[in-house]
């Protein structure tokens, strides 16, 4: 293969990649819990910050948009999002009175519990009828690849 028709079939390749990569995306972001009048969605604006706190417990919004890499006005925002839907508090930091921290609610963690079962469910269906080889091999290089878009960002 020459080296025009190489770097044309690795474009095309990159270009599949991301169309499917933003298939997965939209996919999952479609998966929801419904809790009394409200419904939220397992991905997009502020699943993340759930996710990040019923895993580390509270943080201050500074420490949450350096751990996820996101801009301290887009978590903010999406901060005060999640406390309008009643998943957060906000409260003063015990170690600097002038910092605040936010903590998930008793329903933020119900939520962050559901979509999360709800994600898994959706993958296990979904991964239902694959081998384990296929899954192993699925997983090592999922996880090889997002070393490597880490490692080159």
Sequence with gaps: MSEPERNSHESSFVQ????????????LRTIRVNHEDS?????GAGFWE????HH?????ATEMATLLSLDISTVSRQLKQLSSEGLITKSQ???????FVVQLTTHGD??????????EALMERSLSTWS?????????LLNRFASDLEAGS
Excluded at 39 to 43: K, R, V, W
Excluded at 56 to 60: F, H, M, N, V
Excluded at 93 to 99: G, K, Q
Aim: proline share 6%.
């Design 39 to 43: 419904s939220t969605y397992a991905t």
């Design 56 to 60: 580390r417990g509270p943080l201050r």
């Design 16 to 27: 599949d990649l991301e169309r499917s990569i933003f298939r997965l995306g939209r996919t």
């Design 50 to 53: 759930l996710v990040l706190l």
């Design 132 to 140: 384990p080889e296929d899954r192993q091999t699925f997983e090592s």
């Design 110 to 119: 119900q939520v962050v519990n559901d979509l999360m079962r709800r994600r």
């Design 93 to 99: 930091d015990p170690n600097d009175a002038r910092a």
